[in-house]
């Protein structure tokens, strides 16, 4: 195996992990994004730079901030996390479906048809793949970013402002 794929592997899978154990939401979004920045390195190493470019901008730029946002205006008090008996029972739950899963997917993988030898893919250079996506979406591609811009302020005001009996709020 190439050590620059171990040493990617090992950083997104670390990254990810550190994210579902801290208990700062904050701080698991900034490892979450770190995780995406990985699986986008990944990409760059396999050889797909349209994907990873995407990956950087959809994933590590967008949603990321889209959620940084979620989580700085929908704060909760601390006593709201803090974890009793039944979040340590749920974790431990957790914890045995997540390895019931990862148990399926490898040995799905290793007896699937990615495991055998694989058969030549045609050359498309970026830019056919670019001018094949946004040629023809280009007009539907800036209606949805509009229509998510929008979105996301709504969000905003709605997070912000309180009920019709607080300041702020929708009469």
Avoid: C
Wanted: proline share 5%; glycine share 12%; charged share 10%.
């Amino acid at each position: 195996m190439n050590a620059v794929l171990v040493l990617i592997a090992l950083a997104t899978v670390g990254t990810a992990v550190a994210a579902m154990s801290r208990r700062n939401l904050l701080h698991s979004v900034l490892l979450l994004t770190g995780s995406w920045a990985g699986v986008a390195a990944f990409y760059l190493w396999a050889g797909a730079e349209f994907v990873a470019f995407a990956q950087v901008l959809i994933y590590v730029g967008a949603i990321s901030m889209a959620l940084l946002f979620a989580v700085l205006l929908t704060r909760r008090s601390r006593v709201d996390l803090e974890p009793g008996p039944a979040s340590r029972g749920r974790a431990l739950y957790a914890i045995l479906a997540g390895g019931a899963v990862a148990g399926v997917l490898l040995s799905a993988v290793s007896r699937g048809p990615l495991a055998a030898a694989r058969s030549p893919t045609p050359a498309v250079t970026v830019s056919q793949l670019g001018n094949q996506l946004m040629g023809p979406y280009a007009a539907t591609l800036l209606v949805v970013g509009v229509l998510l811009t929008v979105a996301l302020i709504g969000a905003v005001v709605l997070a912000a402002g309180g009920g019709p009996d607080k300041p702020g709020g929708a009469s």
